[in-house]
Structures are given as C-alpha cells and as structure tokens.
C-alpha cells in the first residue's frame, strides 16, 4: 500500500509563506499521481493542487497560481507544496494523496494523516 507522510504546517501571520512537503512509501514514486487537498472548518474538501505521472500534467485553480507552487523530488520520494503570501482564508486541515496513475485530483485514493496550516490576521 502507498503510505504517505504530510508535513510543514503551522502558524504563520497574514503574508508569510510555508512550503508543506509530503513523502510517500510503499510504491513506485515514477507512478503515482499526488496531490495536495485542503479543508477548512465547515467547508468541504477542496483539490490545491495535482500532479498527474501519466498525463504529465499539473492542476492548479488560476485562483491559487501566482501563490501555490507544487514540485516533486523524486530522489526523496516527495512532492512539496510551496504557498506565498497567505491569508486567512488558506488557515485550513492540508493533506496529501496519491493514486497509482491516477489521471486527475478526483482519482486520488489513498491519503496521508493531514497538517495543519493556520494563517494569523
């Protein structure tokens, strides 16, 4: 089984940045597709961003892209998550999934614990 290993939250004041990191186990990191989720206190889960092996494609919301930066280290086993310039807004539970050659964020079927990023006004 794929095992993954979320890590890098914590507090930081509005406009400070965090790179989350997020190493797998348990299988060939050359074919797995992961992603980075995330879930705010009353709202449902939201896909930040995918990387997809097979596709060779990356999503991320034109809403997040001049802040959010997702990068694989295959030597590590690791995809980070570099965000910039928080808010408020992104303070929410940030977990990472992967998906043997999953072709989108939605086919994402195994999931690290989750890490905490809380953003301070």
């Known amino acids: 089984d794929v095992q993954l290993q979320a890590s890098g939250g914590g507090l930081v004041q509005t406009g400070g940045s965090l790179r989350l990191s997020c190493t797998t186990s348990?299988?060939?990191?050359?074919?797995?597709?992961i992603g980075w989720f995330r879930q705010a206190p009353g709202k449902e889960r939201e896909a930040v961003s995918c990387f997809t092996n097979r596709a060779g494609s990356t999503y991320l919301p034109v809403a997040l892209a001049d802040r959010f930066t997702i990068s694989r280290d295959s030597a590590k086993n690791t995809v980070y998550l570099q965000m910039i310039n928080l808010t408020p807004e992104d303070t929410a539970i940030y977990f990472c999934a992967a998906g043997v050659f999953a072709l989108s964020c939605s086919r994402m079927n195994y999931w690290g614990q989750g890490t905490q990023v809380t953003v301070s006004s």
């Open positions: 348990g299988f060939s990191f050359d074919e797995l597709s």
